[in-house]
């Protein structure tokens, strides 16, 4: 896996003993000994993952760190702290300063291996979303970094999988405080409510008697529903090469027996902020594509989606033999509402116009805001006949049933008139139906509104 790893530590020995071992690897290694130009390097975008000393002259890895967390631009990055230290009590500082993991020297090699492999693909698939998510900022949807670096971890909800009710009683006690805590002591279950269920965290003790835990955590990887639920190993033995294979087929982070409190809360707040961070910019992505191609009034398709995607269904249709009818809709005297009651009145008739138009067709049919006050609605493999009959019920409807305006205080009359149009297999497209379409409506204006017209060619 090629990624770029920046190695922060003020003694020489070490700097090239890790770039040696990375550049083995095939990892792009760059070193400094220096961290305020570890975060400078960090703030250029030119790193995928920090291997940090702790004890440095000019800024400690402690205060790097933070640094790190703290900024909007550099937050995401992974940081490892690689020392000397060995304290539960240093890990657990450097695990509430947000680095991701904490390496005593000397340090596995396996180990060392196995955790940035692991790290600098997750920072990837960061990467990725948070490049998706970029186009976000541009059309008004607020980027999630100070609600990322604002959050604790905690209030999480959390399944530990183990079959030792001593081993889960002690993990639950130690949690209880800061999450909600749920035990599963069959691993085969546990796959099975993770799939159903909305966790923060899977922690999973890899000595459940008579099953490979690992396997579960590869199935949870493998799942659409559980792959991207963080997943905290507990093990008994400092087993490196397993560990080294838990990391490889998704394991998040893992903890050694005996377990410390300190430090099995700050791995877990650790996971949940990272997961939360992830969806925050999955729901950002996902707004900017519905914002992309809905309309941000009314709820319905905009004009770029139906005419993109009506071409598809015009090819579909020709292609088949099938029949495709369009309606162009279109609020008779609208205008009039809006000098009268104001546009927040004429709003209000749109959105709830939009909603009957929903209430008024089948889940294949496409109904979009052409603009302004028209709208159109697609229906395949539907013809002329029965789009008629569908025009005449929701005209009708429109003109039988009152909009309400003024925070629902005010009824006012109005109507529709509708053009329609069907599919001329005979070389026919999307220019002309829709063209056809809006001439049928013109006529229905033209003679009188609150009427459908059909397409006459």
Do not use: W
Request: proline share 2%; glycine share 6%; with cysteine.
């Amino acid at each position: 896996m090629t990624a770029r790893v920046l190695v922060v530590d003020d003694l020489p020995a070490n700097v090239k003993l890790l770039e040696a071992r990375l550049s083995a690897e095939y990892f792009d290694v760059t070193t400094t000994m220096s961290g305020a130009e570890a975060l400078a390097i960090c703030a250029r975008g030119e790193c995928d993952i920090v291997l940090l000393d702790v004890i440095m002259p000019d800024m400690d890895g402690f205060e790097v760190c933070r640094k790190l967390k703290g900024d909007q631009l550099t937050h995401h990055i992974p940081v490892v702290m690689v020392t000397a230290l060995d304290h539960v009590s240093d890990r657990v500082r450097g695990l509430e300063a947000g680095a991701d993991d904490f390496l005593t020297k000397p340090v596995s090699e396996i180990a060392l291996i196995a955790r940035v492999r692991s790290l600098a693909r997750l920072k990837m698939m960061t990467d990725e979303l948070r490049m998706r998510a970029v186009t976000s900022k541009e059309i008004g949807i607020q980027l999630t970094g100070t609600e990322a670096i604002a959050d604790a971890g905690r209030q999480g909800r959390i399944l530990v999988v183990d079959d030792r009710p001593a081993s889960y009683d002690r993990i639950t006690g130690m949690l209880a405080s800061e999450h909600t805590i749920e035990v599963e002591t069959n691993p085969n279950r546990a796959l099975l409510r993770c799939s159903d269920a909305n966790y923060d965290l899977l922690i999973v003790s890899l000595a459940i008697e008579n099953f490979d835990a690992l396997r579960l955590c590869s199935q949870v990887r493998s799942l659409d529903r559980t792959r991207n639920v963080p997943v905290l190993a507990i093990t008994d033995s400092k087993d490196n090469a397993r560990m080294a294979r838990g990391l490889e087929i998704g394991i998040n982070d893992y903890l050694m027996r005996p377990i410390d409190k300190n430090e099995l809360l700050a791995r877990v707040r650790t996971q949940i902020r990272k997961k939360r961070y992830a969806e925050r910019l999955r729901e950002n992505v996902q707004q900017s594509i519905e914002m992309a191609i809905t309309d941000g009034l009314t709820g319905l398709f905009n004009r770029y989606y139906m005419e993109s995607h009506l071409t598809a269904l015009v090819e579909q249709a020709a292609g088949r033999g099938k029949s495709l009818t369009l309606l162009m809709l279109d609020i008779d005297y609208f205008k009039a509402i809006n000098d009268n009651f104001g546009h927040d009145a004429g709003d209000d008739v749109l959105r709830q116009l939009a909603s009957r138009i929903r209430k008024s067709i089948r889940g294949i049919d496409l109904a979009c805001r052409y603009g302004g006050e028209e709208f159109v609605i697609v229906m395949p493999e539907t013809d002329m006949a029965v789009a008629t009959i569908v025009a005449e019920r929701l005209r009708r409807r429109i003109a039988a049933e009152p909009f309400t305006i003024q925070q629902g205080t005010r009824p006012i009359e109005t109507t529709i008139s509708i053009g329609i149009a069907t599919l001329d297999t005979a070389g026919d497209n999307v220019a002309k139906l829709i063209k056809r379409a809006d001439q049928a409506l013109y006529r229905a204006k033209r003679d009188g509104r609150n009427r459908v017209v059909a397409d006459a060619a």
